[in-house]
């Protein structure tokens, strides 16, 4: 199956209108990891339905679009999350209706038997305010589809990462049905859950979502730089570089900017780097986090 480079050049856009409650937000903030001590009362506003509050990321699960790019001869065994960047534009109800628009912004061939790689864009609005919530660009990686006759711009240069000790570092679990969770909120490809399907696309075994990896790392910096104060979050960026496996422990390492903190995280129990370039920008400090050199 090639990719037809026409076709994407000129895809159309995906629309959607979500109904979601409160019960989606609590579901959300337990499948990437907050609540993992029942007892820390500063995440009991994710999973609790008094003082209820959306986490940030969240925006990603909603309306999302599922694998709607299947008439492009992409191979969906083969295709996962390259890149994600989501603009928080204005906070997200606990519940409501959204309007979502995905769109393809752009096609990069590598070559005959390198990767492709899809840009793309989506947008949720609140149905009830017109608030315009978040924008989210994204770059999937079509491993070994390359070679359709697509064009291989320059890439942008990614966040250099700073080769100092790190600021701060935060460990964080993951449990062995994190993917099965995580696909009830809307991201079903079932090479999350199907393990045959897992092997034909070249993994052991079923892997955690992308999404769900990148909402686990935002976790672990909104935790240690926010101490959990979610107002002040205006980006959050990074690159996935390795599949985290259900189960698997993140540490991410962070360094303290101006306004932003960059991050990197890997998976404890193979050393091995799974985010890399991550960037979580601030309008400024909550004055309740502590942004001296800490571990978890």
């Not at 295709?79 to 979502?100: D, Q």
């Not at 205006?234 to 698997?248: A, S, W």
Request: with cysteine; hydrophobic share 40%.
């Amino acid at each position: 199956m090639a990719i037809k480079y026409a076709l994407l050049q000129n895809y159309p856009p995906k629309e959607e209108d979500v109904v979601y409650d409160t019960r989606d937000t609590m579901l959300y903030a337990l499948a990437i990891g907050l609540g993992f001590d029942p007892t820390d009362i500063r995440q009991l506003p994710f999973v609790y339905e008094r003082d209820l509050m959306a986490f940030p990321t969240m925006a990603m699960a909603l309306g999302h679009p599922g694998w709607w790019l299947g008439s492009a001869g992409l191979d969906a065994s083969r295709t996962v999350h390259a890149s994600k960047k989501i603009e928080i534009l204005a906070a997200l109800p606990i519940a409501g209706k959204l309007h979502t628009r995905s769109i393809v912004t752009g096609v990069t061939d590598k070559g005959p038997g390198k990767h492709a790689l899809v840009h793309t864009q989506r947008d949720l609005w609140d149905s009830t305010t017109g608030n315009h919530l978040s924008r989210q660009i994204n770059t999937i990686i079509a491993r070994g589809q390359g070679g359709f006759g697509g064009p291989n711009p320059l890439s942008t240069p990614p966040v250099s990462m700073p080769l100092r000790v790190p600021d701060a570092i935060c460990s964080l679990p993951t449990i062995s049905q994190q993917a099965l969770f995580y696909r009830l909120c809307g991201d079903r490809h079932p090479l999350h859950v199907d393990p045959e399907l897992a092997l034909v696309g070249g993994f052991p075994r079923p892997i955690l979502h992308g999404l769900a990896s990148m909402g686990v790392a935002a976790h672990a910096v909104i935790r240690t730089a926010c101490n959990y104060q979610i107002n002040p979050v205006k980006t959050i960026e990074c690159r996935f570089t390795n599949p985290v496996y259900p189960g698997d422990t993140l540490q991410v390492r962070m360094w303290y900017a101006e306004t932003e903190i960059l991050f990197q995280a890997s998976v404890l129990e193979r050393s091995e780097i799974v985010i890399d370039q991550g960037r979580l920008e601030l309008l400024y400090y909550p004055a309740s986090s502590d942004t001296h050199f800490k571990r978890e």
